[in-house]
């Protein structure tokens, strides 16, 4: 039928498009960096103030501006510094000690970021991150319906699930090869369809997000800017956590905040590095300069942006650029309960939370390309004998709870709105318009 053949067909391949991406970023992320933090130096005296830092860093650019001091992890690695020249950004590498710059390279343009465009967006912009959203909600719907049709409902049945028949050939092995490991990943999968589908436009933007944001009512009625969080964002790379994303901005020049910096104390990129430190961040942190005359200086430290492996530790800090007074503080606690698990679930996505994650997405990923290529190869082994063109194979004989699953089908997919409007669309389309063309019929029957 209609919608068998579009949640095999349409979703498969968007399966192993981020399964692959997923994991070549994973692996780059781990090994390579975001942002140059695996660049090394050897400590030799003094490290230099972070003004004297950027100097140099301001002098390996022409035309630039300041944007964000990203600090060092350990004594052996370097600064970072991201400077704008007219609209492009680059990120320069400084030796913290001697001030000589190491490195100079555009923002968001490596391998990584070609892959999170992808993976996010086709490279299509918004026309791609539907077409993604919607393959993504249908994912979600196989996989409930999946695990309805095959849930062990007696003793043999618990064994043949749990255990694939290696014994078996030919199409009887690829079933129990794709039953027992989707079984195993069903719950992951969802994991990251949700963390995922929670980024998208219509159903994370318009309808997640927007229900979950952090309120910035709760900032002592500071002054409140036009832009929100997601302006710190660069690209389809995220640096923002989910849960702030559309929240507006404080705007610097009031007499509102709480104390920061000691009366007197100049509002200096140093000043305010060595107030964040005096709160608690460690290792390595963010400092991103005020970008207009309201703009605030803010600290910030976050799973999000590969600052740290723990995303409890999450927090943003808001500073008037002209008072220095702390105008915003938002941690892990802060964040409402959707935003507390897509604090821990995108760090989990993005296999941050240390060797275990590493290695348990990385069999994660290469399950879900084999469930989707053997969900194919069933079809296509299951098509009538002789058929040379592409004929949908009969609903098997033996298939006793189908009408649950379809049941199961369409009330999963009204969770999701595009998928849900898709499914619908397809299936009245298949209903009023295909069955009643006799070649199309013979096709999809």
């Not at 300041?66 to 030796?95: C, K, N, T």
């Not at 002209?322 to 821990?344: E, H, I, N, P, Q």
């Amino acid at each position: 039928m209609a919608l068998a053949f579009l949640c095999r067909f349409y979703v498969a391949p968007f399966l192993i498009m981020l399964a692959i991406t997923g994991l070549c970023m994973m692996y780059i992320a781990c090994f390579d960096g975001r942002d140059g933090e695996y660049i090394a130096v050897t400590p030799s005296g003094p490290v230099l103030t972070i003004a004297e830092q950027s100097a140099s860093a301001l002098g390996a650019v022409a035309d630039g501006r300041l944007v964000e001091w990203i600090g060092p992890s350990g004594d052996d690695r370097a600064s970072v510094f991201r400077v704008a020249s007219g609209d492009a950004q680059s990120m320069v590498a400084v030796d913290p000690y001697s001030g000589a710059v190491l490195d100079v390279w555009s923002r968001r343009d490596g391998w990584y970021d070609f892959l999170t465009d992808i993976h996010g967006s086709l490279l299509l912009g918004d026309t791609g991150d539907r077409l993604i959203e919607i393959a993504a909600g249908l994912g979600f719907v196989l996989i409930v319906t999946g695990l309805y049709l095959w849930w062990p409902r007696t003793g043999t049945g618990a064994g043949r699930t749990l255990l694939p028949d290696l014994s078996a050939r030919g199409r009887l092995l690829w079933k129990s090869l794709h039953r027992s490991i989707g079984f195993y990943v069903a719950l992951i999968l969802c994991l990251f369809l949700l963390t995922g589908l929670s980024w998208t436009g219509i159903w994370g933007g318009k309808f997640v997000q927007a229900w979950s944001t952090f309120p910035a009512e709760k900032w002592n009625n500071v002054p409140l800017s036009d832009a929100t969080h997601a302006s710190m964002n660069h690209g389809a790379t995220k640096d923002v956590p989910w849960a702030l994303e559309q929240t507006p901005m404080p705007a610097s020049g009031s007499d509102a905040g709480l104390r920061g910096l000691p009366d007197g104390m100049p509002v200096t990129v140093d000043s305010i590095a060595a107030f964040g430190r005096a709160l608690g961040y460690e290792g390595r942190f963010r400092v991103l300069y005020p970008s207009s005359d309201t703009g605030v200086w803010t600290l910030s430290q976050d799973s999000m942006s590969n600052d740290s492996p723990d995303p409890t530790s999450d927090r943003t800090v808001h500073v008037d650029r002209y008072t220095g007074k702390m105008l915003a503080d938002v941690r892990f606690a802060d964040y409402s309960l959707a935003g507390k698990g897509m604090a821990v679930g995108i760090a989990f996505h993005e296999g941050d939370m240390g060797l275990w994650n590493l290695v348990l997405n990385t069999l994660f990923c290469l399950s879900v390309i084999f469930l989707s290529v053997s969900g194919l190869v069933m079809w296509w082994m299951r098509r009538p004998a002789g058929a040379g063109r592409l004929v949908a194979p009969p609903v098997p004989a033996n298939l006793p709870h189908w009408k649950g699953a379809m049941a199961v089908m369409l009330g999963v997919s009204m969770a999701f709105p595009l998928a849900g409007l898709t499914l619908l669309a397809v299936l009245a389309f298949d209903t009023l318009i295909l069955r009643h063309i006799r070649p199309f019929a013979r096709a999809l029957s």
